[in-house]
């Protein structure tokens, strides 16, 4: 049986530090066969020269140059558009992805499909190890860990993300930078919210949560995160979007009073 094709999707802004140890590691991955497709969104910097510099060697990467800035969630769009992938898993400009990731993450989402999903749409994360700037690191965990058993999944994933409630084996993050879903998935929900130019990302899943996805997950941290903090990154900028999430599925929250205390707590988290 041939193995399905697997788009790895990579955006990259002001990136010349580090793309070339992101696309390194798409590269070394050992699933085959692959195309990866970079969206260099507009850098001022050198990116480009790096990206066009690797990508003369390697038949399997597509590059896009983007003219204007149109943010994360645009670009991360334009990949959806042009996978000819049938899944699609997503790289940062600045991570590193272990050379088993992809193939550990389709496996997981292949089994987790024919043992619980059915018909449901399933996106798979894994965790990530973060290094900070000071050397010190921790692992982020994803939800949905336990195999063998069914992942979190439909209202009860947006109703934590959005407010805080308890679920089984449903807590950790759900970050693009380790997804990995069917790129027919994506293009179902009509990819990311342009909108968000931060929290994107937490606004997919509720959207997929809301469809009745499942979340499926690996801990093992498949991809190492360095640790930076640039203006779209701030505090100020992450809680805007937070705000925003919370609004834009306010439908979901069952009464006004959880809403404002949603807001109320966002507005401490980030004080």
Same mark, same amino acid.
């Given at each position: 049986?041939?193995?399905? @094709?697997?788009?790895?999707?990579? #955006?990259?802004?002001?990136?010349?530090? #580090?793309?070339?140890?992101?696309?390194? !590691?798409?590269?070394?991955?050992?699933?085959?066969?692959?195309?990866?497709? %970079?969206?260099?969104?507009?850098?001022? $910097?050198?990116?480009?020269? %790096?990206? $066009?510099?690797?990508?003369?060697?390697? $038949?399997?990467?597509?590059? %896009?140059?983007?003219?204007?800035?149109?943010? *994360?969630?645009?670009?991360?769009?334009?990949?959806?558009?042009?996978?000819?992938?049938?899944?699609?898993?997503?790289?940062?400009?600045?991570? *590193? !992805?272990?050379?088993?990731?992809?193939?550990?993450? @389709?496996? /997981?989402?292949?089994?987790?499909?024919?043992?619980?999903?059915?018909?449901?749409?399933?996106?798979?994360?894994?965790?990530?190890?973060?290094?900070?700037?000071?050397?010190?690191?921790?692992?982020?965990?994803?939800?949905?860990?336990?195999?063998?058993?069914?992942?979190? !999944?439909?209202?009860? %994933?947006? /109703?934590?993300?959005?407010?805080?409630?308890?679920?089984?084996?449903?807590?950790?993050?759900?970050? #693009?930078?380790?997804?990995?879903?069917?790129?027919?998935?994506?293009?179902?929900?009509?990819?990311?919210?342009?909108?968000?130019?931060?929290?994107?990302?937490?606004?997919?899943?509720?959207?997929?949560?809301?469809?009745?996805?499942?979340?499926?997950?690996?801990?093992?941290?498949? *991809?190492?995160?360095?640790? #930076?903090?640039? *203006?779209?990154?701030?505090?100020?900028?992450?809680?805007?979007?937070? @705000?925003?999430?919370?609004?834009?599925?306010?439908?979901?929250?069952?009464?006004?009073?959880?809403?404002?205390? !949603?807001?109320?707590?966002?507005?401490?988290?980030?004080?």
């Amino acid at each position: 049986m041939t193995n399905p @094709l697997v788009t790895i999707g990579l #955006t990259a802004f002001d990136a010349e530090d #580090t793309i070339e140890r992101a696309l390194t !590691s798409a590269l070394a991955q050992t699933w085959r066969p692959i195309e990866i497709i %970079v969206v260099d969104d507009a850098s001022k $910097d050198k990116t480009r020269s %790096v990206i $066009d510099a690797i990508a003369a060697r390697y $038949d399997t990467i597509r590059v %896009v140059s983007n003219t204007a800035n149109s943010g *994360v969630a645009s670009a991360r769009n334009q990949i959806i558009n042009c996978a000819k992938g049938e899944f699609l898993v997503f790289f940062d400009d600045d991570d *590193v !992805s272990r050379p088993n990731r992809v193939e550990r993450q @389709l496996n /997981r989402l292949i089994a987790y499909e024919r043992d619980f999903a059915r018909t449901a749409p399933v996106a798979c994360h894994t965790a990530r190890e973060q290094i900070y700037p000071d050397g010190s690191r921790r692992i982020e965990q994803t939800q949905g860990t336990r195999e063998g058993r069914e992942a979190p !999944s439909g209202l009860a %994933v947006a /109703r934590r993300i959005l407010v805080g409630t308890s679920g089984r084996d449903g807590y950790g993050s759900s970050a #693009t930078c380790s997804q990995m879903a069917r790129v027919d998935v994506y293009r179902m929900l009509g990819g990311f919210d342009p909108a968000f130019r931060r929290s994107g990302d937490t606004e997919f899943c509720v959207r997929l949560a809301r469809a009745g996805g499942h979340f499926p997950g690996i801990a093992e941290p498949l *991809v190492i995160q360095t640790m #930076t903090r640039t *203006v779209d990154k701030s505090l100020g900028g992450e809680k805007q979007y937070v @705000l925003a999430i919370l609004e834009k599925h306010r439908d979901l929250i069952e009464n006004e009073e959880l809403y404002r205390f !949603s807001c109320e707590w966002t507005e401490l988290k980030f004080r």
